[in-house]
């Protein structure tokens, strides 16, 4: 099984940086994605790890190390629409290759 | 780039009647459609995963019998919500993975949504 596990809530000032970590746990690990979802409409995808490292997308930044079962999630130059649940969810390795999300993270950005 | 297209986006209906959700894959095949749940401030939470042509396979705790999973073709997968309660209103999405590997996007594609209310 997978066990994912986030804050809940975090709250950060327009402008600033913030990270959002997640720790998994699973029997077999083929990428951890993060993902962007506001109030009532469906995730959008920001970042895909599957080796350990930084990948860097414009704003966006996400973390992985496979063998500490953690990555995180850096968000700079914050912006009031940054405000979100970021999703951490995990890929299992073989069969249907399902993935599983953790809790979210309700960001709050504020002026 | 590529494109789900989930129906209806929102539905009510009365309590002990059954509701179709569509998801159709528009410019790609999907080998697999994952079915999710999503109740008020919570995450998504997997209901079952289905390949086409074959029977879906369901998450522990999900009735099979009550969320009927059709992925007959691989542009087109539905859920349908038989004998439908007020516990079962939710936010319900699919999210595809294409068979062809040139189209498979890292993070899969998620439909817009279909949120349900049971009256």
């Known amino acids: 099984g997978q066990n994912i596990d986030q804050p809940t809530e975090m709250t950060a000032t327009e402008g600033a940086i913030v990270q959002i970590n997640c720790t998994y746990q699973?029997?077999?690990?083929?990428?951890l994605f993060w993902y962007q979802q506001h109030a009532g409409e469906a995730p959008t995808f920001l970042s895909y790890?599957?080796?350990?490292g930084l990948e860097e997308k414009g704003r966006f930044s996400s973390f992985l190390s496979r063998s500490k079962g953690y990555s995180y999630l850096l968000l700079k130059e914050l912006q009031m629409k940054d405000s979100a649940s970021y999703l951490c969810a995990v890929r299992a390795l073989g069969g249907y290759q399902k993935v599983t999300f953790g809790t979210g993270t309700k960001l709050q950005v504020i002026p | 780039g590529a494109v789900v297209s989930q129906h209806p986006s929102r539905v009510i209906c009365k309590s002990g009647t059954s509701v179709k959700i569509e998801c159709r894959s528009l410019?790609?095949?999907?080998?697999?459609m994952f079915w999710y749940r999503q109740f008020p401030k919570q995450s998504l939470m997997l209901m079952a995963t289905s390949n086409e042509g074959s029977k879906a396979t369901y998450e522990q705790g999900v009735e099979k019998d009550k969320f009927l999973i059709n992925h007959a073709s691989l542009t087109l997968s539905t859920l349908t919500v038989t004998s439908a309660h007020p516990e079962d209103s939710s936010f319900y999405i699919c999210?595809?993975?294409?068979?062809?590997?040139?189209?498979?996007?890292?993070?899969?594609?998620f439909g817009s949504g279909t949120r349900l209310t049971v009256v």
């Open positions: 699973t029997s077999g690990f083929n990428g």
């Open positions: 999210s595809a993975r294409a068979l062809r590997k040139e189209e498979r996007h890292y993070g899969y594609t």
């Open positions: 410019d790609f095949q999907a080998t697999t």
């Open positions: 790890n599957v080796l350990d």
